[in-house]
């Protein structure tokens, strides 16, 4: 019976350290080289221009690797209730396409400042406050990429999207059987019997 807990336990410990190294952590390199890397980098941007580079290299990587799915039916969550335009790559799209407006915005207005000669303490501090705005609606609703995570992970990478679907209940399993195991050895060699 100790040779059965000995090897629960190691699989206890073996099993997550397992996944993890062959199932979530490949994923979400891949995944970070395709989106997740730009994504911080659009983050940590200083210029328009470099936080514009980084989101339209983040939306060509979407449509490259998404290039033969419908937009409106492809979601970020496997549950149907969560199945609507918000979570759809095609919200993504349109949210790239307005962030990029708003980016062109920003440019012309701050090419409009420095040919009408204003104040360029002004202006540095409109800028920071226009840099600031933008890092704010790039986490909004779940980041910059909010939709493309859960798309992608479901499609390209489904055994680490459900990794805590399935290991956890698997961890469950073999922590009962261990304390099952213990409660029969205990029992079997009478360490719950009182003597009065």
């Not at 790039?138 to 680490?160: C, F, H, S, V």
């Not at 469950?172 to 360490?191: E, F, M, P, R």
Request: negative net charge; proline residues 3%.
């Amino acid at each position: 019976m100790r040779w059965i807990a000995l090897i629960m336990v190691i699989l206890l410990i073996a099993v997550p350290v397992i996944a993890v190294f062959t199932v979530q952590l490949p994923a979400q390199a891949q995944y970070n080289r395709l989106f997740g890397g730009h994504v911080t980098m659009a983050m940590d941007q200083a210029t328009f221009e470099g936080i514009e580079d980084q989101i339209n290299v983040v939306w060509t990587q979407m449509n490259t690797t998404f290039a033969a799915y419908d937009y409106n039916t492809s979601y970020s969550s496997p549950w149907y209730w969560e199945q609507n335009y918000e979570n759809s790559l095609a919200a993504q799209q349109d949210y790239f396409n307005q962030i990029n407006r708003r980016i062109a915005s920003y440019k012309l207005a701050y090419a409009q400042m420095a040919q009408n000669n204003t104040n360029p303490i002004l202006v540095e501090d409109w800028y920071d406050k226009s840099i600031q705005n933008l890092r704010t609606e790039m986490q909004r609703e779940g980041g910059l990429d909010w939709a493309i995570k859960g798309t992608w992970y479901l499609n390209n990478a489904p055994a680490a999207y459900w990794l805590t679907w399935w290991l956890t209940p698997l961890e469950i399993a073999l922590v009962i059987a261990l304390v099952g195991i213990a409660v029969w050895t205990a029992h079997k060699q009478g360490w719950t019997r009182r003597t009065y």
